[in-house]
C-alpha cells in the first residue's frame, strides 16, 4: 500500500481537501482504468488497484512517514522521489536500509512546505485538465 501526498497550505477546510483527493483519484483512474479504479467494492475493482480517498475522513489514519510496519522484517515507510517510484518494491527499507539511503542521499520530503499550494487552485488545474486544458 502506498500514500501519494501533497503539501497543502492552510486555506481550505476538510471538504476542500477531500473533493481534491477525489478528483486527483477520479482523474488518475479515467486515464488509466485498466490499473486503477475508485470502485469501493472489491467485487468491482477485479485486478485494479483501489485509490482510496476514504483515508481523507475524520478518524480516519495511514502510515506517518518513517514510521515502522508491522510486518516481518520491519519495514520502514519511506518517502521516495519521483525517479524511485517505478523501482520501489513493498517492504523495500528495512531500518539498516534505510539508514545507509539517508547517508547517501537527501530527505525526499526536505523543504515539502515550501511547495504547499492551495487545494481549490489544484482542483481548479484539474477541471482545465479534464476539460481539455482550455480556460
Known amino acids: ?3 501519494v501526498v501533497a503539501p497543502l497550505d492552510a486555506s481550505a477546510g476538510y ?5 481534491l483527493a477525489r478528483c486527483i483519484a477520479d482523474q488518475a483512474a479515467a486515464d488509466d ?11 468491482s475493482r477485479v485486478d485494479r488497484i483501489f485509490l482510496d480517498v476514504n483515508r481523507n475522513g475524520y ?4 502510515i506517518a512517514p518513517y514510521s515502522l ?5 520491519a519495514p520502514v515507510a519511506t518517502p521516495l522521489g519521483w525517479s524511485e517510484l517505478g523501482k520501489a518494491k513493498p517492504g523495500g527499507f528495512d531500518p539498516s536500509r534505510l539508514r545507509r539511503r539517508l ?3 537527501a530527505d525526499p520530503w526536505r523543504g515539502i512546505e515550501e511547495h504547499a499550494g492551495a ?8 477541471e482545465k485538465l479534464r ?3 482550455s480556460d
Open 119 to 126: 487545494s481549490t487552485t489544484a482542483i481548479e488545474e484539474l
Open 15 to 19: 471538504d476542500d481537501v477531500r473533493d
Open 69 to 73: 510496519r508491522s510486518r516481518p522484517g
Open 103 to 105: 547517508a547517501q542521499r
Open 131 to 133: 476539460r481539455g486544458g
Open 59 to 62: 478518524a480516519q489514519t495511514f
Open 33 to 43: 482504468p485498466d490499473r486503477l479504479t475508485t470502485a469501493i467494492r472489491k467485487a
Open 1 to 3: 500500500m502506498s500514500d
